[in-house]
Structure formats: C-alpha cells, structure tokens
C-alpha cells in the first residue's frame, strides 16, 4: 500500500481504493482473501479497474489508487518505495488464527510467510505476508508424463546455473518448493520426479487426491451447469425470449454456491 494511504493494517484498507484486474482472476481472488484477513470483502472498498496489472503502480504513484497486490521483489514496488507516496506492507502476522482462517476459506493454498527480501523489507526488518508456492510452471492436463518429468527434472539438475540470477531465484530449487499446497493439482510426470528424489511426502499425497477429487468434482459441476444453461436458453428462445451468452457468469455463479461446498 502507499505509505501516506494511512493503512497499517488490512483492517484500514475499508473504504480505500484498491486495485483489480479485468480478466485476471487469480489478481482478483487473492484481493479478496488479503481483504478477508481485515474482515473485508471488495464490498468493503472501492473497486479500481484496470486493463493490465502493470498500469496500477503508474496509478498508485499518480495518487490514483491506494493498494494493489504485489511480490516485494518487483521493480515496481522500488518504484513505488522510492515515490513520494512511499510503500507500507501491512502484516498478515500468524498469530492472528481467525484472520488466516479467512484468508484460507478463499484460497486454500495460501499460507503464512516471512519475507526478507526486496523493497522495503530486510532481514533486519522482516514483514508478514501472504505465501503462495513459488514458483510453479503451469502445462495442460494433456501434456505428456515424460514432457513434464523431463522439465521438471532438468530444472533441479541445472538449479546451480540460475540460482543466483535473480533476487528470487533461489525460490527455484526443486526440494524446496515441490510440496503442495498449488494453485491446482500437480502433474503425474511432476508428483513421479518428486517421489523418485524423495521430495513428496504422505502429506502431499493426501493433499493430491483431495485436490485432484475436489477440481473434478468442479469440472462435473461446469458441464452440468453449462448443460443447464444452454437448455434455459433454447427454451427461453421458443418463448420469444432471447437470453444472451453475458448471462453465463451469473448464472454459473449461482449454481455453483448451491451445488459445490
């Protein structure tokens, strides 16, 4: 947040304006649990939007926006801790159990870290946030066992050649940052590499299958909605009654809170 916003804590944020993103949803997620560990919602704030998550520090040092999420290594927190309207972390400290467990009912894979490095944080000054696994690569479900192995596999054997190219490249080294929780489940060519270095734990195997269970319980529950919404459309249309695809969001929205817990 900018340091002459007033925040200090996520609590102080009510009423602020707070950067989202069009058509980012995991910027726009993870807004909403920082928020929940206040005990706010993006109700609770004014809602800034942008067309790229680059533009709100340009806003945010324009005096045009409050907060937006951010790594504390990138370029433009600097930018913004060395503005006029200087940079302020507020804390997510652990002790604060129903403040996480608020965070953790919007993203489950969230969980407390100290963090050391980058602007306005050192190892004299740590600060509390909110900690993802990092880094994760992404490929789709279709992407072969071997392909995913192999990438995996070269990435820990070659760890010693990157591992100092950056401020975060540490983060990289394969046993550290191989366990769960994910965004989404890992890949079976992922989850072999790991077992066969040792990496994987029982934990992160229970974790895998609950996943696993719970993304395909959300896939059956997108087709069937789907279903149900193309039906109410065919059927509104030999009404006279034309309801636009616009309606999807909406409507998949409702079915899901009444069909997923």
């Known amino acids: 947040v900018a340091k002459d916003s007033g925040v200090v804590e996520i609590a102080d944020l009510k009423g602020k304006r707070v950067g989202f993103v069009k058509g980012n ?30 533009a709100m ?9 409050d907060a937006f999420g951010s790594v504390t290594s990138s370029a433009n927190m600097r930018e913004i ?25 919007v993203v489950s894979f969230a969980a407390p870290a100290q963090e050391t490095r980058g602007a306005g944080v050192s190892a ?19 992407t072969s066992e071997d392909e995913a192995y192999n990438m995996l596999k ?9 591992k100092n190219t950056t401020a975060s490249s540490f983060n990289w080294a394969v046993e550290k940052s191989a366990n769960p ?9 992922a989850v072999r590499y ?6 994987w734990t029982a934990e992160s195997e229970a974790w895998q299958n609950a996943r696993s269970a719970r993304l395909a319980a959300v ?26 695809e616009d309606k999807w969001p909406a409507f998949w929205d409702e079915f899901r809170a009444a069909n997923l817990k």
């Open 25 to 54: 949803p995991s910027v726009n997620v993870k807004n909403a649990a920082y928020l929940a560990f206040g005990g706010l919602t993006p109700d609770d704030v004014q809602q800034v939007w942008f067309g790229s998550y680059g």
């Open 124 to 142: 004299e000054n740590p600060v509390w946030l909110v900690g993802y696994r990092y880094p994760m690569i992404t490929t789709y479900a279709r």
């Open 194 to 199: 790991m077992k066969e270095k040792g990496y």
């Open 57 to 65: 520090k340009t806003a945010l040092i324009a005096g045009q926006l």
């Open 154 to 162: 070269a990435l820990d054997m070659a760890f010693d050649d990157y």
């Open 81 to 105: 801790e060395a503005s006029p309207r200087g940079l302020h972390w507020p804390q997510f400290r652990p002790g604060n159990k129903a403040g996480w467990k608020a965070v953790t009912d």
């Open 219 to 244: 896939i059956e529950a997108w087709d069937n909605a789907r279903g149900e919404f193309d039906d109410m459309r065919v059927a509104e249309k030999a009404k006279g009654n034309r309801i636009k």
């Open 181 to 189: 929780p994910y965004d989404a489940p890992a890949h079976d060519g």
